[in-house]
């Protein structure tokens, strides 16, 4: 029997390579003043930042611009809503990595609720409620990754709680998505392995979760061997449109499927340690993603009801190689797959930022407060959890 589910979406997706060009007019309908929430570069540098101020003023908007620094903590979203808030912007366009999109979204949220973002934030805030529609706001993604152009939630990190947590809310989901792959061609080599392994993990997890749904089955799927084809050649060759093109479709149905049905352990452990150590989001899930597979399947094959979930992993090991087999050596193919992705793209292993052995046990049981940590198909003990970091590390 299929059981009950609910299926959210932004209004309207538009892709293409060159669909940029149409960012001022889309803009324009929804008001006359832009917050610009952007890590796509600066206003000046004669590149893309320049040229969307450009497009908009083009289309009789006035534009006011936000430079998003690393990932948005607390601090840089009231000061990019009290940016928006004293020059009465109406509508927020957010450019660039999941970081600005981020920052975006939460200040499109935030513009017609009032208070603080920490009023609205999930286990590090008070979690009201948004009970307006955001300002109207237009997501357009830079990199290929995290999925947030499509997403319902903001990851908002808090230095003084060691944590980043989620601004979350059907409201916060754009008017529009606006995903022009030539957008990435210059995407420095590290950050398009990155990220990339971000959206592949994004995959993977939102199709062992245990909320997985029809509706998003496919797509992940979909997603995971496009992914698991594409990334080695965008990295390895940035202006390869076509494969930019197919990682860029990736992390979109990332989004889509995450933002339905949840992650699992490797976002569980992402969010503190992404908080207490300058880790890259991508990195850690990166460096997560075979050690947490080992350990579910590990836990699922001691679990009665682990059936199900093993024969998913069986299928994502089908779906990463392309090779048959039994459910065992497909999942164990799969496994090996994403080791030898990992080292290939050469992502550095956790150890490089300051994460120490000491470290440990404070991130299992921070691990274990994450929204993520949730759906992972399988309860994990804190020895396997701390065998995962061992393995990351
Ligand atoms: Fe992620």
């Given at each position: 029997m299929i059981e009950a589910f609910d299926f959210f979406h932004v209004g309207r997706v538009l892709f293409g390579n060159?669909?940029?060009?149409e960012l001022g007019g889309l803009a324009r309908q929804w008001g006359e003043r832009m917050l610009l929430v952007t890590n796509a570069g600066d206003v000046g540098d004669g590149a893309l930042v320049d040229r969307v101020i450009e497009l908009s003023e083009q289309a009789g908007m006035t534009v006011h611009c936000f430079r998003q620094r690393g990932e948005p903590n607390v601090e840089d979203v009231q000061t990019a809503l009290a940016m928006a808030r004293d020059q009465r912007c109406d509508v927020v366009v957010a450019m660039g990595g999941g970081s600005a999109i981020d920052a975006g979204k939460a200040v499109a949220g935030l513009m017609t609720n009032g208070g603080s973002v920490l009023d609205y934030m999930e286990v590090i805030g008070r979690g009201q409620k948004l009970t307006r529609p955001a300002a109207p706001w237009i997501a357009v993604p830079t990199t290929a990754g995290t999925g947030a152009e499509v997403t319902r939630n903001a990851v908002i990190g808090c230095p003084e709680k060691k944590f980043k947590a989620s601004l979350r809310s059907e409201r916060l989901l754009p008017q529009l998505a606006l995903i022009d792959p030539?957008?990435?061609?210059?995407?420095?080599r590290w950050v398009t392995a990155r990220s990339g392994m971000d959206a592949l993990c994004q995959l993977i997890e939102s199709f062992t979760s245990n909320r997985a749904q029809p509706l998003t089955d496919g797509l992940a799927l979909q997603g995971i061997e496009l992914a698991a084809k594409a990334l080695p050649k965008v990295v390895a060759a940035g202006d390869d449109l076509e494969n930019r093109g197919k990682m860029a479709l990736a992390a979109l149905i990332s989004g889509v499927t995450l933002t339905n049905v949840g992650l699992g352990a490797v976002h569980g452990f992402a969010a503190p340690a992404g908080a207490n150590y300058p880790i890259p989001h991508g990195t850690v899930c990166a460096r997560l993603l075979p050690p947490v597979i080992q350990a579910n399947v590990t836990a699922l094959r001691a679990d009665s009801g682990g059936d199900a979930y093993l024969a998913r992993y069986a299928q994502i090991g089908r779906s990463l190689t392309g090779t048959g087999g039994s459910d065992s050596q497909a999942i164990e193919a799969g496994i090996a797959f994403l080791i030898d992705l990992v080292e290939d793209l050469q992502i550095p292993p956790l150890r490089e930022f300051g994460l120490t052995p000491d470290g440990f046990p404070e991130l299992v049981a921070l691990a274990r407060k994450a929204s993520s940590m949730r759906y992972n198909p399988v309860p994990l003990s804190d020895q396997a959890l701390m065998t995962i970091l061992q393995q990351a590390w």
């Amino acid at each position: 029997m299929i059981e009950a589910f609910d299926f959210f979406h932004v209004g309207r997706v538009l892709f293409g390579n060159g669909r940029c060009q149409e960012l001022g007019g889309l803009a324009r309908q929804w008001g006359e003043r832009m917050l610009l929430v952007t890590n796509a570069g600066d206003v000046g540098d004669g590149a893309l930042v320049d040229r969307v101020i450009e497009l908009s003023e083009q289309a009789g908007m006035t534009v006011h611009c936000f430079r998003q620094r690393g990932e948005p903590n607390v601090e840089d979203v009231q000061t990019a809503l009290a940016m928006a808030r004293d020059q009465r912007c109406d509508v927020v366009v957010a450019m660039g990595g999941g970081s600005a999109i981020d920052a975006g979204k939460a200040v499109a949220g935030l513009m017609t609720n009032g208070g603080s973002v920490l009023d609205y934030m999930e286990v590090i805030g008070r979690g009201q409620k948004l009970t307006r529609p955001a300002a109207p706001w237009i997501a357009v993604p830079t990199t290929a990754g995290t999925g947030a152009e499509v997403t319902r939630n903001a990851v908002i990190g808090c230095p003084e709680k060691k944590f980043k947590a989620s601004l979350r809310s059907e409201r916060l989901l754009p008017q529009l998505a606006l995903i022009d792959p030539t957008l990435a061609i210059d995407v420095p080599r590290w950050v398009t392995a990155r990220s990339g392994m971000d959206a592949l993990c994004q995959l993977i997890e939102s199709f062992t979760s245990n909320r997985a749904q029809p509706l998003t089955d496919g797509l992940a799927l979909q997603g995971i061997e496009l992914a698991a084809k594409a990334l080695p050649k965008v990295v390895a060759a940035g202006d390869d449109l076509e494969n930019r093109g197919k990682m860029a479709l990736a992390a979109l149905i990332s989004g889509v499927t995450l933002t339905n049905v949840g992650l699992g352990a490797v976002h569980g452990f992402a969010a503190p340690a992404g908080a207490n150590y300058p880790i890259p989001h991508g990195t850690v899930c990166a460096r997560l993603l075979p050690p947490v597979i080992q350990a579910n399947v590990t836990a699922l094959r001691a679990d009665s009801g682990g059936d199900a979930y093993l024969a998913r992993y069986a299928q994502i090991g089908r779906s990463l190689t392309g090779t048959g087999g039994s459910d065992s050596q497909a999942i164990e193919a799969g496994i090996a797959f994403l080791i030898d992705l990992v080292e290939d793209l050469q992502i550095p292993p956790l150890r490089e930022f300051g994460l120490t052995p000491d470290g440990f046990p404070e991130l299992v049981a921070l691990a274990r407060k994450a929204s993520s940590m949730r759906y992972n198909p399988v309860p994990l003990s804190d020895q396997a959890l701390m065998t995962i970091l061992q393995q990351a590390w």
